[in-house]
């Protein structure tokens, strides 16, 4: 089993829709959790932190949920921008420090 | 500032044949990181460094090796390139590692033939 699994999608969507993406995590010693994006052919960037008491900017909003292991974007009225691969990043505290990177959920939005 | 810096982007090596890449932040990072990126995989972290002079294995370290000389650039260097390492590679660093948000590089699109 992976240590981070996310839906690889892809997820098409009309503009303005909501759209929502999981990803679980295996390890419970995992202490901190992000959403990344990467645009096509690019490097990734950070979109957002995720709160164990959930956030959001703008119009995406981060859930963590730790008894279930899981953590989730949403993305309310999509526009054709948003559309690339979204990244979860779980960092783990085990001895040392470990980053894992998800493989990525794609999302196309059409107009 | 530039931030992350990675040269070359692209490069094409017959198998057997060395290269290095370089990476370059101007950001006064203390962590970097190499990590390469396949299809259908998440980024796999090759090596890292917490410091000038200090290097570190990651996940898939075998085929390579770094060098950390000077604080701001750090080296990957592959000895005798593979097949199995045609991928894209991408540098990151970050202000320390507990938790800190990492910034990439652009990227090399390596193939090996």
């Known amino acids: 089993r992976k240590e981070v699994e996310q839906d690889p999608g892809p997820f098409n969507v009309p503009e303005g829709a909501t759209v929502a993406f999981n990803c679980t995590y295996s390890?419970?010693?995992?202490?901190?959790f992000f959403w990344y994006r990467q645009d096509c052919r690019k490097e990734p960037k950070l979109l957002m932190s995720?709160?164990?008491s959930g956030n959001e900017d703008g119009r995406f909003t981060a859930q963590l949920n730790r008894a279930s292991q899981y953590i989730s974007l949403l993305i309310r009225d999509s526009k054709l921008s948003d559309s690339a691969t979204y990244l979860c990043?779980?960092?783990?505290?085990?001895?040392?420090?470990?980053?894992?990177f998800g493989a990525g959920t794609r999302l196309f939005v059409k107009a | 500032n530039a931030g992350v810096t990675q040269t070359p982007k692209f490069r094409v090596l017959k198998t057997g044949q060395s290269m290095t890449l370089l990476c370059a932040q101007d950001?006064?990072?203390?962590?970097m990181y190499w990590y390469r990126q396949d299809p259908g995989m998440g980024l796999r972290l090759i090596h890292y460094?917490?410091?000038?002079?200090?290097?570190a294995k990651g996940e898939v370290p075998d085929g390579y090796n770094v060098s950390r000389l000077k604080k701001q650039n750090f080296l990957l260097g592959l000895e005798s390139a593979a097949p199995s390492q045609t991928s894209v590679y991408f540098c990151?660093?970050?202000?320390?590692?507990?938790?800190?948000?990492?910034?990439f590089g652009p990227g090399t699109r390596l193939t090996v033939l």
């Open positions: 995720v709160y164990s």
């Open positions: 990043v779980v960092n783990l505290r085990t001895g040392g420090f470990k980053t894992i």
């Open positions: 950001m006064n990072h203390e962590y």
């Open positions: 460094s917490v410091g000038e002079g200090t290097t």
């Open positions: 390890n419970s010693a995992s202490q901190s």
């Open positions: 990151a660093s970050s202000l320390n590692r507990d938790g800190n948000e990492q910034f």
